[in-house]
Nanobody, 126 residues
């Protein structure tokens, strides 16, 4: 099973940017569709973005379209989430996840994933 470690979280002012990284070990990342999810205090974990195994297709929740970009570098076994124009409502713990589903809209569902990172805190101040 693949192990995932997120990094790059932190505190940023509204309108700022952060880039999250998710480093994989144990297995090659190209065997997985990858996703980012987030969970704010008192709320359920929600889908943010996903990318197919080869990076050909990406999927986003409506609230981050045009602001966030998911990408991957399979040679580096790393997935990224570039977050621009951050808003206070983006404050959450962000998790990366790996799925045996390589492509398709199913990548927006948490139950499609069987490996999760420990999470990275993102705090956006107003």
């Amino acid at each position: 099973q693949v192990q995932l470690v997120e990094s790059g979280g932190g505190l940023v002012q509204a309108g700022g940017s952060l880039r999250l990284s998710c480093a994989a070990s144990g297995r090659t990342l190209s065997a997985y569709g990858m996703g980012w999810f987030r969970q704010a205090p008192g709320k359920e974990r929600e889908f943010v973005a996903a990318i197919t195994w080869n990076g050909d297709s990406t999927y986003y929740t409506n609230s981050v379209k045009g602001r966030f970009t998911i990408s991957r570098d399979n040679a580096k076994n790393t997935v990224y989430l570039q977050m621009n124009s951050l808003k206070p409502e983006d404050t959450a713990i962000y998790y990366c996840a790996a799925s045996a589903i390589l492509s398709g809209g199913s990548l927006s569902r948490p139950n499609a994933y069987n490996s999760w990172g420990q999470g990275a805190q993102v705090t956006v101040s107003s």
